[in-house]
């Protein structure tokens, strides 16, 4: 495990999800996050937890690949408990975004369960951009499953991996 003390002054924050896949508008939230933090981990949680389409070799590869260039970031999987890992991590933070008030609820029932599980990691929540506000994997996931075109929503790297899973070809795309 890693002491903060031991890191000195550098702020690292997790920012997990399960990235099935990950979108324009996780992204963002990355890109932004980078300005608060020294260090970003992104922490793609473990197949234990959701029924995914990538796997999570696929879902870290993509991550990896999408996030490349971008100083400070590090991708990691993580299994289990959130906070366990950030613990691990050294992080002082967990880095989350808010789409519309409906993720209201349910973060604020996480942040409150991640503090009482571990009282000196914060959770800091960034609005999504308002061009990805409708976003999620699953949408992303149904409509390329379909056909549909999700161009501007997702990396590249990430719409050839959808097309290829869904075995759609350029010509049969919307
Ligand atoms: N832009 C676009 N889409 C976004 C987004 C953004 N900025 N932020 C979230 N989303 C999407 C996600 O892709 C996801 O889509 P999907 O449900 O259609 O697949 C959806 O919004 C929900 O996102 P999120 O709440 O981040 O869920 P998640 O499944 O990606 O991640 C974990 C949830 C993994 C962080 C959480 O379950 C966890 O911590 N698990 C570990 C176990 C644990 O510690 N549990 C106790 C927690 S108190």
Redesign the pocket.
């Known amino acids: 495990m890693i002491n903060p003390q031991e890191v000195g002054a550098l702020r690292v924050a997790v920012y ?5 896949p990950i ?4 992204l ?2 990355i890109k932004r996050s980078c300005k608060l933090f020294d260090r970003i981990i992104i ?1 793609v ?1 473990g197949d234990n ?2 029924n995914t389409l990538f796997s999570l070799e696929e879902r870290v590869a993509l991550v990896r690949e999408v996030t490349r260039g971008l100083e400070g970031v590090e991708v990691k999987a ?1 299994q ?4 366990d890992f950030v613990r691990r991590e050294g992080a002082c933070a967990v880095v ?2 808010l ?1 519309a008030v409906s ?1 209201f609820e ?2 604020f ?2 942040s409150i ?2 503090k009482k ?1 571990s009282e000196e990691v914060e959770t800091v929540f960034l609005m ?1 951009a308002t061009e ?1 506000s409708f ?5 992303i ?1 149904q409509v390329a499953s379909l056909g549909g075109c999700i161009r501007g929503l997702v990396p590249p790297a990430v719409e050839r991996a959808l097309y290829k899973k869904f075995n759609l070809t350029e010509k049969s795309k919307l």
């Open positions: 997990p999800g399960t990235f099935d979108t324009n508008g996780h963002d939230v922490g949680a937890y959701k993580f289990g408990l959130l906070m989350r975004g789409r993720d349910y973060e029932q996480m369960m991640n599980l999504t990805y976003l999620s994997s699953s949408i996931r």
